[in-house]
């Protein structure tokens, strides 16, 4: 959206914003009902959720309401913005949410008066202090609406660190997934500490000791006591226990040489990379899902924390400029990016990932005991693949190739939105055939409507596809 074509109110914001050191991604409109995506998105799973334990049902019901806290803390940080208030009415804006998230603590959940308090001021309060320093740091990166979901995920990932660590310490789990679950949220909490050491202190940014604080976080990973075995021991009894874990582990290498390959091909070339070559990123990452989902949940589940690190430790040697692959994963962002890519931060491959993997890490317990999400709802779990990998894909395919009849106001074509619409309806026909996915008439409402809304949001948004796109779906299909 151009600036001209902006509304009053988002000129007060933009302008109020520049004041403070926010700038949000040009060319694109705000997208204040983002913020709301994430916590309703805890909603819907929090009626419908298949827990592995009573502790999954408390902790649950904390993060939804956390989250709903963020949510008003964002309208309350918009309305400043929006109207640049006084001292005292300012200070009301910022504690209001944490007074509403504290009581509502104290009426829903078995925690105490001083966790309450101490996670309703610190959740809200620190949200909007990462989310501000998240888009001063990144300027142009993302608008306000797309950091409001990331930076609502680090967050919530935060508590359920905060919680879920000392749990395992006392009481390693014993089941699979539990111990999977375990080591891939210390890892990530591990890496989220390296991070902001990285982000705070420019010491940590030298080439030697960036290479060994990664050493140090690979060393902590693979010896920290969440787990009754070693991690690494853990993990290695995980995978060859079970010989379609190997064979799936040289599937999912396959992929990444595939990977590799295609970026080094696309970076020969003088050109830019179209959207159309784009896209096959995103068909290789369904390939990689859908076997994962049906047959080996749990570790697709490791998988995705395990692309979540190297695509973050990647990234920040490209940003950080370190030698020697800080060069090489430069030009391939300059060949791969596109329009939405306007900041220094690679967003759109790291929202692809985290669009594809967020029902997996929303669900307390996403696989059955089959180890299959199958038994969990398969749909739901399939809605980044469905509406990113699929949808968004076909609708790019087939619009650009044949789109005639644009929608008013936006760049995609009627055509494209049937292709998005068809050829999902193709891909979910066999799930329902095979019993894969429950066949009642609610669900086929529900799938049908989510597949129509989404493609909808699709045709009209300018925020980023990948992030959006599966969140719309996951809510929609859950809500019964």
Not at 191 to 205: D, I, N, P
Not at 261 to 275: F, Y
Not at 434 to 444: E, K, W
Request: proline residues 4%; positive net charge; aromatic residues 12%.
């Amino acid at each position: 959206m151009e600036n001209s074509d902006k509304s009053k109110v988002d000129k007060s914001i933009d302008k109020n914003g520049k004041n403070i050191g926010i700038i949000s991604r040009p060319n694109a409109s705000p997208g204040y009902w983002l913020s709301c995506l994430v916590p309703l998105a805890f909603l819907v799973t929090n009626n419908r959720m298949q827990t592995c334990s009573k502790e999954d049902d408390n902790l649950f019901l904390i993060f939804t309401i956390v989250s709903m806290g963020m949510l008003m803390q964002s309208l309350a940080f918009f309305a400043c913005l929006a109207v640049a208030p006084g001292r005292y009415l300012k200070l009301f804006f910022a504690l209001m949410p944490g007074t509403l998230t504290h009581f509502q603590l104290q009426y829903w959940t078995q925690q105490t008066y001083g966790v309450c308090l101490a996670l309703g001021f610190g959740a809200t309060l620190g949200y909007q202090y990462v989310y501000v320093r998240v888009l001063r740091g990144f300027p142009k990166s993302c608008t306000l609406g797309e950091a409001c979901i990331l930076v609502q995920g680090v967050v919530l990932f935060l508590i359920n660190g905060f919680f879920r660590i000392p749990m395992f310490y006392k009481s390693p789990p014993i089941e699979e997934f539990g111990k999977v679950s375990a080591i891939m949220t210390g890892a990530l909490f591990c890496l989220l500490v390296v991070s902001w050491l990285l982000a705070t202190f420019k010491v940590f940014r030298s080439l030697i000791l960036f290479y060994l604080s990664m050493i140090l976080l690979v060393l902590a990973v693979c010896v920290m006591p969440v787990t009754k075995v070693l991690p690494i021991i853990t993990v290695f009894q995980f995978i060859y226990s079970d010989l379609r874990r190997v064979y799936i582990v040289i599937f999912y290498m396959t992929m990444t040489i595939a990977t590799i390959l295609a970026v080094k091909w696309q970076m020969g070339n003088s050109e830019q990379a179209s959207t159309r070559v784009r896209k096959i990123f995103h068909v290789l990452i369904v390939l990689v899902y859908i076997p994962g989902l049906i047959f080996q949940c749990t570790f697709l589940y490791l998988a995705t924390g395990v692309a979540l690190a190297v695509f973050s430790v990647l990234d920040m040697i490209r940003m950080l400029k370190i030698p020697p692959l800080a060069s090489v994963l430069e030009d391939a962002f300059a060949t791969l990016h596109d329009e939405k890519d306007a900041g220094n931060i690679a967003l759109t491959p790291f929202c692809l990932l985290i669009g594809c993997s967020l029902p997996l890490w929303i669900n307390p317990c996403p696989c059955s005991e089959t180890d299959s999400a199958s038994g969990v709802n398969l749909i739901a779990m399939l809605a980044g693949i469905l509406s990113v990998g699929i949808g968004d894909t076909a609708a790019s395919v087939f619009g650009s190739k044949f789109g005639k009849h644009k929608w008013s106001e936006s760049n995609r074509s009627i055509e494209g939105s049937l292709a998005f619409v068809l050829s999902q309806s193709i891909i979910i026909v066999p799930l329902y055939l095979f019993n894969l996915a429950p066949v009642d008439g609610l669900s086929v409402i529900s799938t049908l409507s989510a597949i129509v809304i989404t493609a909808g949001v699709e045709a009209l948004t300018d925020q980023i596809d990948n992030l959006v796109l599966p969140l719309v779906f996951y809510i929609v299909v859950n809500i019964r």
